[in-house]
């Protein structure tokens, strides 16, 4: 969470604004926070405690910026633009604690609360981001920018701040400002709506099984697993649900196939239901309000608007990218098909290949090929090892070392909190990770921060407090949580998130990150993950303490391209169909979310056998800041794969090639250009044939 109130401003985060009640003198959201390396007391807080916090924080906020705004003395970068930066501290550090709420300790009154709270947000965000003084100030420092001797990142920030005034409506006459607003608002509780509607579905599904015979196929850790759920729960048998932890085995390996078919229907088809979470008008309603607010703001479409400040400049060079690989993955697609279809046959199975079948053929294919099974992978991927082994890598690459922390606060009993230190000893970062899922927690992983790296109005550096957050397998009676191959990776790519946090040089908790550049420093790392001197590091077997045999790493670097076709058409499908759905030029009300994803998947030749990675009624990532920006992980790709070559080009742990990477790239990401950042790091701009070289793609 961004403490920069200008970065409020500009970029439309979240504020709070709540109903009266006296301030509590205890409340421990306003005391200071005598905890250590200034964690949030999130122990000490209750619900209650943030409606009069948030009361104080608007109330000091507001105070704080009237004296900016009502200021006689001509506009300066000093008296304006820094002294916004240094606004909100107290505001921006109570809406890091309630946005914690409101991922990994979700409840109904918490949920009661966002709903009453987020349009509320929105208004107050409007109120003072739309105020014409603030607009008349920046212009004015921005006009006269010349003058004041700014370094670079000041530059950087005051222009890319003005830009946020322009695109945020600033400039727009005061009826079209009211439009805004009421948009804005409506956005806010839409879209809070849609998130709320997944949760409680993802919770409410269970498939139950009472046969045993319907567990064939099934590991025993997955077995165990749905045991203990159902015990849980109070209910006899085993109960599998459409968390990924739980739902991915069940299709990999179960032998019933109607089963399978149930568990995966219900995940892709969540909220698409006709009943009270069904999210289909929902995310209607939130495209055309994303039309009319982009015809309102002076775009052709959402997407133009989203991609401007963006690497990618506009829609088009999304499509060019999407396409030229959506091209040369399909037929790819195909061939995996006719194998899994020939497999099928060869079984004398008297069906045609469908989606629920798939992970279920390539499991089997997986180990007929390659004498590999995922099953056989896991036990050397016990999660503390994994965890240490992604610990070591950042040690060698850049000296840096991690040491668990005990007794201090954090959100969830289940978080793990570690001290970041230099290879010097001196203090970088405090992490926290959170790895499983459970009913009170969000689904996906990501990250976030409770604290960036700035510096006071005094001058004192404040270091960043970083959160990991997964939903990984759960340990399972006396087997400790073992992870698959993918979730090692998506380990990895989280971590990445994480050291881009820890390494920033930011001097005012502000950023103007390029939304299809922020992938890059997550997904650079999941390039260690696999690499054999780095399995031999931490793939260890959680029972024998036996490295890796160098058997299974050669099967797994064998089997590398495995499947690419189907992981990456997943992808590529719903980066299409989010850049598709933000490209409509009018408000459609009688719009079917479901008949325009049909119609489109059939008009780029998406195989019937295979799903979009994200349907439009549980597309969550185009709800919270992916919105025509789903593509950013494929763009990033080009910059991941081409930036790993530096590091094959001389060696994987190379310490000069490191320190270039966390000087150029992590350390100014969101103060500087995301091409020149990469060009200081590569010596040139990045090149797309390590990339399909990946994919085993021919240019």
Same mark, same amino acid.
């Given at each position: 969470?961004?403490?920069?109130?200008?970065?409020?401003?500009?970029?439309?985060?979240?504020?709070?604004?709540?109903?009266?009640?006296?301030?509590?003198?205890?409340?421990?959201?306003?005391?200071?926070?005598?905890?250590?390396?200034?964690?949030?007391?999130?122990?000490?807080?209750?619900?209650?405690?943030?409606?009069?916090?948030?009361?104080?924080?608007?109330?000091?906020?507001?105070?704080?910026?009237?004296?900016?705004?009502?200021?006689?003395?001509?506009?300066?970068?000093?008296?304006?633009?820094?002294?916004?930066?240094?606004?909100?501290?107290?505001?921006?550090?109570?809406?890091?604690?309630?946005?914690?709420?409101?991922?990994?300790?979700?409840?109904?009154?918490?949920?009661?609360?966002?709903?009453?709270?987020?349009?509320?947000?929105?208004?107050?965000?409007?109120?003072?981001?739309?105020?014409?003084?603030?607009?008349?100030?920046?212009?004015?420092?921005?006009?006269?920018?010349?003058?004041?001797?700014?370094?670079?990142?000041?530059?950087?920030?005051?222009?890319?701040?003005?830009?946020?005034?322009?695109?945020?409506?600033?400039?727009?006459?005061?009826?079209?400002?009211?439009?805004?607003?009421?948009?804005?608002?409506?956005?806010?509780?839409?879209?809070?709506?849609?998130?709320?509607?997944?949760?409680?579905?993802?919770?409410?599904?269970?498939?139950?099984?009472?046969?045993?015979?319907?567990?064939?196929?099934?590991?025993?850790?997955?077995?165990?697993?749905?045991?203990?759920?159902?015990?849980?729960?109070?209910?006899?048998?085993?109960?599998?649900?459409?968390?990924?932890?739980?739902?991915?085995?069940?299709?990999?390996?179960?032998?019933?196939?109607?089963?399978?078919?149930?568990?995966?229907?219900?995940?892709?088809?969540?909220?698409?239901?006709?009943?009270?979470?069904?999210?289909?008008?929902?995310?209607?309603?939130?495209?055309?309000?994303?039309?009319?607010?982009?015809?309102?703001?002076?775009?052709?479409?959402?997407?133009?608007?989203?991609?401007?400040?963006?690497?990618?400049?506009?829609?088009?060079?999304?499509?060019?990218?999407?396409?030229?690989?959506?091209?040369?993955?399909?037929?790819?697609?195909?061939?995996?098909?006719?194998?899994?279809?020939?497999?099928?046959?060869?079984?004398?199975?008297?069906?045609?290949?469908?989606?629920?079948?798939?992970?279920?053929?390539?499991?089997?294919?997986?180990?007929?090929?390659?004498?590999?099974?995922?099953?056989?992978?896991?036990?050397?991927?016990?999660?503390?090892?994994?965890?240490?082994?992604?610990?070591?890598?950042?040690?060698?690459?850049?000296?840096?070392?991690?040491?668990?922390?005990?007794?201090?606060?954090?959100?969830?009993?289940?978080?793990?909190?570690?001290?970041?230190?230099?290879?010097?000893?001196?203090?970088?970062?405090?992490?926290?990770?959170?790895?499983?899922?459970?009913?009170?927690?969000?689904?996906?992983?990501?990250?976030?921060?409770?604290?960036?790296?700035?510096?006071?109005?005094?001058?004192?550096?404040?270091?960043?407090?970083?959160?990991?957050?997964?939903?990984?397998?759960?340990?399972?009676?006396?087997?400790?949580?073992?992870?698959?191959?993918?979730?090692?990776?998506?380990?990895?790519?989280?971590?990445?998130?994480?050291?881009?946090?820890?390494?920033?040089?930011?001097?005012?908790?502000?950023?103007?990150?390029?939304?299809?550049?922020?992938?890059?420093?997550?997904?650079?790392?999941?390039?260690?993950?696999?690499?054999?001197?780095?399995?031999?590091?931490?793939?260890?077997?959680?029972?024998?303490?036996?490295?890796?045999?160098?058997?299974?790493?050669?099967?797994? @670097?064998?089997?590398?391209? $495995?499947?690419?076709?189907?992981? &990456? %058409? =997943?992808?590529?499908?719903? #980066? +299409?169909?989010?850049? *598709?759905?933000?490209?409509?030029?009018?408000?459609?009300?009688?719009?079917?979310?479901?008949?325009?994803?049909?119609?489109?998947?059939?008009?780029?030749?998406?195989?019937?056998?295979?799903?979009?990675?994200?349907?439009?009624?549980?597309?969550?990532?185009?709800?919270?800041?992916?919105?025509?920006?789903?593509?950013?992980?494929?763009?990033?790709?080009?910059?991941?794969?081409?930036?790993?070559?530096?590091?094959?080009?001389?060696?994987?742990?190379?310490?000069?090639?490191?320190?270039?990477?966390?000087?150029?790239?992590?350390?100014?990401?969101?103060?500087?250009?995301?091409? @020149?950042?990469?060009?200081? $790091?590569?010596?040139?701009?990045? &090149? %797309? =044939?390590?990339?399909?070289? #990946? +994919?085993?793609?021919? *240019?």
């Amino acid at each position: 969470m961004k403490k920069s109130f200008l970065i409020i401003l500009a970029l439309g985060v979240f504020i709070m604004s709540c109903t009266q009640k006296e301030v509590d003198d205890v409340n421990p959201l306003l005391a200071e926070w005598d905890t250590p390396f200034d964690v949030p007391p999130f122990e000490e807080v209750e619900l209650e405690h943030f409606i009069p916090a948030f009361e104080e924080a608007m109330k000091q906020t507001k105070a704080e910026m009237e004296v900016i705004l009502s200021n006689p003395e001509e506009p300066t970068y000093e008296n304006t633009v820094e002294a916004s930066y240094y606004a909100g501290e107290l505001l921006g550090r109570v809406s890091g604690v309630f946005t914690q709420f409101n991922s990994v300790n979700i409840s109904d009154e918490v949920q009661i609360l966002a709903q009453e709270i987020y349009p509320k947000l929105s208004a107050f965000g409007d109120e003072i981001r739309l105020d014409p003084r603030s607009f008349e100030r920046m212009k004015v420092v921005y006009e006269n920018k010349d003058k004041f001797n700014l370094n670079d990142e000041q530059l950087f920030l005051l222009e890319n701040g003005y830009k946020g005034f322009i695109r945020s409506g600033a400039a727009l006459p005061e009826d079209k400002k009211e439009i805004l607003k009421q948009i804005n608002q409506e956005l806010s509780s839409l879209t809070l709506k849609f998130g709320q509607n997944i949760l409680a579905e993802v919770n409410e599904f269970k498939l139950v099984i009472t046969e045993e015979a319907d567990l064939a196929g099934l590991p025993d850790a997955s077995i165990q697993t749905a045991a203990e759920t159902a015990a849980k729960d109070s209910i006899e048998g085993w109960v599998f649900t459409i968390q990924k932890p739980s739902m991915i085995p069940f299709i990999q390996y179960a032998d019933n196939r109607e089963l399978r078919k149930e568990i995966y229907d219900a995940y892709v088809n969540q909220c698409n239901h006709n009943d009270e979470k069904d999210n289909k008008e929902n995310i209607a309603k939130i495209l055309n309000l994303r039309v009319k607010r982009a015809k309102l703001l002076g775009y052709e479409n959402h997407a133009a608007f989203v991609t401007e400040p963006r690497m990618a400049q506009n829609p088009e060079r999304v499509f060019d990218l999407l396409n030229q690989l959506w091209e040369g993955i399909l037929p790819k697609v195909k061939e995996e098909r006719a194998a899994l279809q020939e497999m099928i046959d060869n079984e004398g199975g008297n069906f045609k290949l469908e989606p629920h079948d798939w992970f279920y053929y390539t499991e089997k294919l997986r180990k007929e090929k390659y004498d590999l099974d995922e099953s056989e992978v896991r036990p050397y991927f016990e999660l503390e090892n994994v965890r240490q082994g992604i610990f070591t890598v950042a040690e060698k690459l850049f000296g840096i070392t991690f040491t668990q922390i005990d007794g201090i606060p954090v959100p969830h009993p289940e978080t793990t909190v570690y001290e970041v230190k230099e290879a010097d000893g001196s203090h970088l970062a405090v992490f926290f990770m959170d790895m499983h899922p459970r009913a009170s927690k969000r689904g996906g992983a990501w990250c976030g921060s409770y604290q960036d790296h700035h510096f006071t109005k005094d001058g004192k550096e404040i270091t960043p407090l970083v959160n990991n957050v997964c939903n990984f397998t759960r340990p399972s009676g006396d087997t400790p949580a073992l992870l698959s191959a993918d979730e090692v990776s998506t380990m990895f790519h989280e971590f990445g998130h994480a050291l881009d946090g820890m390494f920033s040089e930011t001097s005012y908790s502000a950023s103007n990150i390029a939304w299809d550049f922020v992938e890059l420093p997550s997904q650079i790392m999941e390039h260690w993950a696999f690499e054999p001197d780095v399995l031999k590091m931490y793939a260890t077997h959680y029972e024998t303490g036996e490295v890796i045999p160098e058997e299974l790493v050669k099967k797994i @670097e064998a089997s590398a391209k $495995f499947n690419k076709g189907f992981e &990456k %058409i =997943e992808i590529y499908a719903a #980066s +299409l169909l989010d850049i *598709k759905f933000h490209m409509m030029t009018e408000e459609d009300p009688d719009l079917n979310v479901m008949d325009f994803e049909k119609k489109y998947m059939e008009e780029i030749g998406l195989i019937p056998e295979i799903y979009s990675r994200y349907r439009p009624t549980y597309f969550r990532h185009i709800m919270s800041g992916y919105d025509a920006g789903y593509y950013s992980y494929t763009w990033a790709s080009v910059l991941d794969n081409d930036a790993f070559e530096a590091f094959k080009e001389t060696d994987i742990f190379d310490q000069a090639t490191a320190k270039s990477f966390r000087d150029n790239v992590l350390a100014m990401n969101g103060i500087k250009n995301a091409m @020149e950042m990469y060009v200081a $790091f590569r010596g040139r701009e990045p &090149k %797309i =044939e390590a990339l399909l070289k #990946s +994919l085993g793609i021919e *240019k």
